[in-house]
């Protein structure tokens, strides 16, 4: 384990807390400014965010922090002082590299907001951009394993 000061411990928080924000804002337009994120905010209760969130969560903390976290605590974390703590112990520093964002190779499209389940909306994305990448499996920072487009995946489906 790291040893780590206060002025650390805050800093780290800080930069948590901004990751978490940004990504709140993101997943919650139009509530994200009455959402109050602290250490003590829970992820899923305060929060709003559901599993597969708080793995996209958990893949945007270790890129700005550049650590690897323990697959646990993706389901573990009840938190945002949780994920601080796990931080801590991957020996991340204060002041994470801020320069990563998401991807912007493919142009924002709108969401799917008449679907009402998730096969709707994977319907309505196949219908809209059957071609547009779903997702990368990556091994590391660099290394992509494999990929999928929405009619990949509603074809495998």
Same mark, same amino acid.
């Given at each position: 384990? !790291?040893?780590?000061?206060?002025?650390?411990?805050?800093?780290?928080?800080g930069?948590?807390?901004? !990751?978490?924000?940004?990504?709140v804002?993101?997943?919650? @337009?139009? +509530?994200?400014?009455a959402?109050?994120?602290? @250490? #003590? #905010?829970?992820?899923? +209760?305060?929060? =709003?965010?559901? #599993?597969?969130?708080?793995?996209?969560?958990?893949? +945007?903390?270790?890129?700005?922090?550049?650590?690897?976290?323990?697959?646990?605590i993706? =389901?573990?974390?009840?938190?945002?002082?949780?994920? !601080?703590?796990?931080?801590?112990?991957? =020996?991340?520093?204060?002041?994470?590299?801020?320069?990563?964002?998401?991807?912007?190779?493919? @142009?924002?499209?709108?969401?799917? #907001?008449?679907?009402?389940?998730? !096969?709707?909306v994977?319907?309505?994305?196949?219908?809209q %951009?059957?071609? +547009?990448? %779903?997702?990368?499996?990556?091994?590391?920072?660099?290394?992509?394993? =494999?990929?999928?487009?929405?009619?990949?995946?509603?074809?495998?489906?």
């Open positions: 384990m !790291v040893a780590t000061t206060t002025d650390d411990r805050r800093s780290r928080e930069d948590l807390i901004a !990751v978490v924000r940004e990504f804002n993101e997943l919650q @337009p139009q +509530r994200a400014n959402i109050d994120i602290s @250490p #003590s #905010s829970r992820i899923e +209760r305060d929060l =709003g965010i559901d #599993s597969l969130g708080r793995t996209e969560l958990i893949l +945007r903390i270790e890129r700005a922090f550049r650590v690897r976290l323990p697959t646990q993706v =389901g573990e974390a009840d938190t945002i002082g949780d994920l !601080v703590n796990a931080l801590e112990h991957a =020996g991340a520093r204060p002041g994470p590299a801020r320069t990563v964002q998401a991807p912007s190779d493919l @142009p924002p499209v709108p969401a799917a #907001s008449e679907a009402g389940t998730l !096969v709707e994977l319907d309505w994305h196949v219908a %951009h059957p071609d +547009r990448l %779903h997702l990368t499996i990556l091994q590391d920072d660099t290394t992509a394993l =494999g990929a999928m487009t929405y009619a990949e995946l509603a074809q495998s489906a």
